[in-house]
């Protein structure tokens, strides 16, 4: 029982992670992101993926945090996308 409960929270974090990604590249699209490489701006993307997933990780949305994920998830790709137009 204990491996079907560990397969379940595997792919419970996949699709997070991959949720994060699409929400993130759908974002960016929104506000005309891009860079000269765009195998560079996917990779940017996973990594925002997967540091929104670990800032978020005790979260449990609409359960245990008055934070909306959608209003979360689209200030940090703004702070992200901010973050590199300044450089």
């Excluded at 974090?13 to 699409?22: D, H, N």
């Excluded at 959608?70 to 992200?80: E, L, N, P, V």
Aim: hydrophobic share 40%; net charge positive.
């Amino acid at each position: 029982m204990p491996s079907i409960i560990k397969i379940s929270m595997k792919k419970v974090k996949v699709y997070s992670l991959c949720e994060a990604i699409a929400d993130i590249a759908y974002i960016a699209a929104e506000r005309k992101y891009r860079t000269e490489d765009s195998r560079e701006m996917i990779s940017q993307f996973i990594q925002w993926g997967r540091d929104f997933e670990t800032l978020h990780r005790n979260i449990k949305w609409g359960i245990n945090s008055p934070l909306d994920y959608i209003d979360s998830i689209y200030h940090f790709t703004i702070f992200k996308i901010n973050q590199l137009q300044d450089i």
